[in-house]
């Protein structure tokens, strides 16, 4: 018999989307089969200190972690992914380990997870983990940044402006003026690295648009200010590395103004459509598109790109690729693929296959060089 992978549910985090991560997790954890899988808990705090233990994601929603196990995974390739306890004496550090792990699935949404943050640590670990790289999760994760991407292949995205966090501090009516000679309202101010829409707010007079930017800038140093498109928010998921395919395009219409974090996790009344009532001929674009965004930022594993579809023009913007998106019971991602023919559990799966394979190609890297002579 095959001896059992190893597999790491990383959760939590030092994020706004800490308790969605948690969300997240729960339901990832309810479709991990136990009898292939050895599944290790790993919750990191808001503080990001990491724990593991029994019952760890039970202990975090209760958030009592006083008998949890402080742990440790070093970034250094001679470890090849151990897991070690971790104990502070008066002595010095003691390490023991705990288990290897075999694949990693980051199940952290926002800052310090979904950013490439992490993934650099897990590449220096020399360990497979699921999800994009560092560069499709930096990228995909700053939206200013991924908009120029956008940009420069052509992709269509809503008009906007940036604005940083010193000069909202230092010079926040300057920052108005420019966002309203180049924008009109209503207008939608967003941290430029964040998710589930934490701290975004629609903005239709300038004392909202000042109230907006006080508050986006408290959670990032990058601001985007984007035009309020009166659009229809469309979704797909996006599968694979070097050969990714599309699901069937959903349609969320959220009970709130916006799909708000209330709208998507709290008021149950937002409605998820899929598939999408849109014609064959747009689904097939919305796919398209969704994979060339995809493989522009250099995407691996998955992804859920968001699309705004205007209601008065038919024009179709892509919003953003959502390298780790939400796994919660009702999520857009593992429910667009079971409508698709892939069922909760198989998604999993194919995962933890793509991490390998990922693994695999970058330990066909060659990392010396020797001139020949």
Partial sequence: ??????????????????EVSLMSARSVLSVLDPAKYNIIEIGITHEGAWYTGKEVLAAFEKNSIKDLVPAVLLP??????????????????????????????????????EDGTLQGMLELADVAYIGAGVLGASVGMDK?????????NHIPVVVSVNATRAEIKNSIDVVIARIEKKLTYPVFV???????????TKCRTRSDLLEGLMEA??????????YGVNGREIEVSVLGNESPRASVAGEIRPCDDFYSYEAKYINPDSELLIPAPIDAETMKKVQEIAVRAYTAIDCA??????????????????NEVNTIPGFTSISMYPKLWAASGLDYPKLIEKL??????????????????????
Avoid: C, W
């Avoid at 941290?191 to 975004?200: D, Q, R, T, W, Y």
């Avoid at 800038?217 to 984007?226: G, K, N, S, T, V």
């Avoid at 992804?303 to 008065?312: G, P």
């Fill in 1 to 18: 018999m095959a001896e059992k992978m190893n597999i790491g549910v990383i959760f939590g985090g030092r994020s706004g989307e800490h």
């Fill in 76 to 113: 250094e390739p001679r470890q090849k992914g151990m897991l070690y306890s971790l104990r502070i004496t008066a002595s010095g550090t003691e390490l023991a380990p705990i288990a290897h792990l075999d694949v990693i699935f980051p199940v952290l949404h926002g800052t310090f997870g």
């Fill in 144 to 152: 200013i940044l991924f908009k120029d991407v956008m940009i420069a």
């Fill in 190 to 200: 967003k941290p430029a690295n964040l998710g589930s829409s934490v701290g975004i």
């Fill in 217 to 226: 800038a408290q959670y990032d140093r990058r601001i985007l200010i984007e």
């Fill in 301 to 318: 594993g998955m992804a859920r790109v968001d699309f705004l579809l205007d209601r008065d023009t038919n024009e179709l913007f892509l």
């Fill in 352 to 373: 933890i296959d793509l991490a390998v394979s990922r693994k695999t190609d970058r330990d066909n890297t060659v990392r010396t060089y020797r001139s020949e002579k």
